[in-house]
């Protein structure tokens, strides 16, 4: 009996090893182990790849979805566009070949604006998520665009200066204003767009109207320009609580004859002298700015500033009590009452369009000796500076008669303090270079709003850059 209990006992502790000995050897057999995992991890990528193929497509494909509509709202809402704008919208689509992707086309429009909202929506079949159950994949596109003029206050300040006489350069100025002028005063934008006219030379011609609502220390009746302290180059604002110094009346410039002869030539003056030279204020009488505008002929020396700083003033809330006379006289349109309207107001764009062919030039004035007395001005007003001097007075006096009131750094300094207050106040400011020097497109650069806002141009390519300025005015653009 003893004996079969060991029997049992030694049969059981050698079945006990042998198990212990097989688990322990199971244990360390991983042969096939890391090639199970190796095939796991490649399904694993051919799946997550294959949902980014599916995705990638998906993506390219709203892409072009999304361009399409984007083009054809656009194209829509120009209210320049004569056709139905839905119309518009579903033949970009069929053009494109995705005619049948349009769900919805909605167009509200009114008088001075246009919106216009596309919805699509186009279905993709996948080609690995449909082993997951994913057939297919909705693309959707949305797209609205606006073309809305509000209101908008336009200064035009256009260089009338004597090197715009050389080859077509004012023919040319002239043709490109005119364009200008058309694009933005159309009969639909009546009573939103408002046009200011400052033509420079030497000086700025305010004109009577204009110079009767100031406070002005007259001295003559012979033109009408206001000497500006140079501080106020600082503020776009016109500060009616001071009283302006009236410009001298002078020419500097003289003149030969064929025979060389000096002549004494007047009608060149410092200060612009004849009608068609004043400023036109808040106008939207597109003949009347033209008509003025074809007029222009070129004079004297180039002070961009000047032009720069009535342009900015007549933007400025400060010049309202201005224009609400000038509509009392009847000389600007009621409705235009209220302008310049606040820097604030969110309705109105105000934009300034600065054209030269030049830079800002050194000037002088008579010293005030010679200036002071009604004979003296009647006396400038009967003979040219240069001319008087020259037959009149011994070399060594000459100098004594005059003084340099600005030079051309000066120019460049003030015209900067002007251009960057304007922009201060939210102005829009274009700047157009017709066939500049690189210093004065330089200068030109630096007043507009951005570098896209300026033009450097030659010859007839002056009227595309006003055209386009006058486009951009118009706002097309998407907003969604």
Same mark, same amino acid.
């Given at each position: 009996?003893?004996?079969?209990?060991?029997?049992?006992?030694?049969?059981?502790?050698?079945?006990?090893?042998?198990?212990?000995?097989?688990?322990?050897?199971?244990?360390?057999?991983?042969?096939?182990?890391?090639?199970?995992?190796?095939?796991?991890?490649?399904?694993?990528?051919?799946?997550?790849?294959?949902?980014?193929?599916?995705?990638?497509?998906?993506?390219?494909?709203?892409?072009?979805?999304?361009?399409?509509?984007?083009?054809?709202?656009?194209?829509?809402?120009?209210?320049?566009?004569?056709?139905?704008?839905?119309?518009?919208?579903?033949?970009?689509?069929?053009?494109?070949?995705?005619?049948?992707?349009?769900?919805?086309?909605?167009?509200?429009?009114?008088?001075?604006?246009?919106?216009?909202?596309?919805?699509?929506?186009?279905?993709?079949?996948?080609?690995?998520?449909?082993?997951?159950?994913?057939?297919?994949?909705?693309?959707?596109?949305?797209?609205?665009?606006?073309?809305?003029?509000?209101?908008?206050?336009?200064?035009?300040?256009?260089?009338?200066?004597?090197?715009?006489?050389?080859?077509?350069?004012?023919?040319?100025?002239?043709?490109?204003?005119?364009?200008?002028?058309?694009?933005?005063?159309?009969?639909?934008?009546?009573?939103?767009?408002?046009?200011?006219?400052?033509?420079?030379?030497?000086?700025?011609?305010?004109?009577?109207?204009?110079?009767?609502?100031?406070?002005?220390?007259?001295?003559?009746?012979?033109?009408?320009?206001?000497?500006?302290?140079?501080?106020?180059?600082?503020?776009?604002?016109?500060?009616?609580?001071?009283?302006?110094?009236?410009?001298?009346?002078?020419?500097?410039?003289?003149?030969?004859?064929?025979?060389?002869? &000096?002549?004494? =030539?007047?009608?060149?003056?410092? $200060?612009?002298?004849?009608?068609?030279?004043? %400023? *036109?204020?808040? +106008?939207?009488?597109?003949?009347?700015?033209?008509?003025?505008?074809?007029?222009?002929?070129?004079?004297?020396?180039?002070?961009?500033?000047?032009?720069?700083?009535?342009?900015?003033?007549?933007?400025?809330?400060?010049?309202?009590?201005?224009?609400?006379?000038?509509?009392?006289?009847?000389?600007?349109?009621?409705?235009?009452?209220?302008?310049?309207?606040?820097?604030?107001?969110?309705?109105?764009?105000?934009?300034?369009?600065?054209?030269?062919?030049?830079?800002?030039?050194?000037?002088?004035?008579?010293?005030?000796?010679?200036?002071?007395?009604?004979?003296?001005?009647?006396?400038?007003?009967?003979?040219?500076?240069?001319?008087?001097?020259?037959?009149?007075?011994?070399?060594?006096?000459?100098?004594?008669?005059?003084?340099?009131?600005?030079?051309?750094? &000066?120019?460049? =300094?003030?015209?900067?303090?002007? $251009?960057?207050?304007?922009?201060?106040?939210? %102005? *829009?400011?274009? +700047?157009?270079?017709?066939?500049?020097?690189?210093?004065?497109?330089?200068?030109?650069?630096?007043?507009?709003?951005?570098?896209?806002?300026?033009?450097?141009?030659?010859?007839?390519?002056?009227?595309?850059?006003?055209?386009?300025?006058?486009?951009?005015?118009?706002?097309?653009?998407?907003?969604?």
């Amino acid at each position: 009996m003893k004996h079969n209990v060991c029997e049992t006992r030694i049969v059981a502790a050698l079945k006990s090893s042998t198990a212990t000995l097989t688990y322990r050897r199971f244990v360390k057999n991983d042969d096939g182990v890391m090639t199970i995992f190796a095939c796991f991890m490649i399904v694993i990528m051919i799946m997550v790849g294959g949902i980014g193929v599916d995705l990638m497509r998906h993506e390219m494909e709203r892409t072009r979805l999304q361009a399409v509509a984007d083009r054809a709202v656009l194209a829509a809402a120009d209210l320049d566009q004569p056709l139905d704008p839905e119309a518009v919208v579903r033949d970009y689509f069929v053009k494109s070949g995705m005619g049948e992707y349009v769900s919805n086309v909605h167009v509200d429009e009114g008088l001075n604006y246009r919106t216009v909202t596309v919805d699509a929506t186009a279905t993709m079949n996948t080609q690995f998520m449909s082993s997951m159950g994913v057939e297919t994949l909705t693309i959707p596109a949305t797209s609205k665009a606006e073309e809305k003029v509000n209101k908008v206050e336009i200064s035009m300040v256009l260089d009338i200066s004597g090197s715009m006489k050389y080859g077509d350069k004012m023919k040319n100025l002239r043709d490109a204003a005119g364009v200008f002028i058309d694009t933005v005063l159309k009969p639909e934008n009546a009573d939103l767009i408002s046009v200011s006219l400052v033509p420079y030379s030497q000086h700025v011609n305010v004109g009577p109207m204009i110079m009767d609502e100031l406070n002005v220390y007259k001295t003559h009746n012979y033109s009408h320009c206001l000497e500006i302290p140079d501080s106020e180059y600082d503020s776009v604002a016109l500060d009616t609580s001071r009283t302006y110094d009236q410009m001298q009346h002078f020419q500097w410039n003289t003149y030969s004859n064929q025979s060389g002869t &000096q002549r004494n =030539t007047r009608y060149d003056t410092v $200060c612009p002298r004849y009608s068609y030279e004043r %400023i *036109v204020p808040i +106008s939207q009488n597109a003949a009347y700015l033209k008509g003025q505008i074809n007029q222009y002929k070129p004079r004297a020396g180039t002070q961009i500033f000047l032009g720069m700083k009535w342009a900015a003033a007549m933007l400025d809330p400060s010049f309202r009590p201005l224009t609400t006379s000038f509509v009392a006289n009847n000389n600007v349109d009621a409705v235009f009452a209220n302008r310049p309207a606040s820097h604030s107001d969110a309705e109105t764009l105000k934009t300034i369009v600065l054209m030269t062919d030049g830079q800002n030039s050194s000037s002088n004035r008579i010293a005030s000796y010679y200036y002071d007395s009604d004979s003296e001005r009647v006396h400038w007003n009967n003979y040219n500076l240069n001319y008087y001097l020259s037959n009149y007075v011994n070399y060594y006096y000459r100098s004594g008669f005059y003084w340099q009131k600005y030079t051309a750094s &000066q120019g460049d =300094t003030l015209l900067k303090s002007i $251009c960057d207050a304007a922009k201060d106040a939210k %102005i *829009v400011i274009w +700047s157009i270079g017709f066939e500049v020097t690189d210093h004065g497109a330089d200068v030109m650069n630096d007043c507009a709003s951005s570098p896209s806002h300026f033009f450097r141009v030659e010859g007839v390519e002056i009227s595309e850059a006003f055209e386009a300025v006058a486009r951009q005015i118009n706002q097309l653009r998407l907003i969604q």
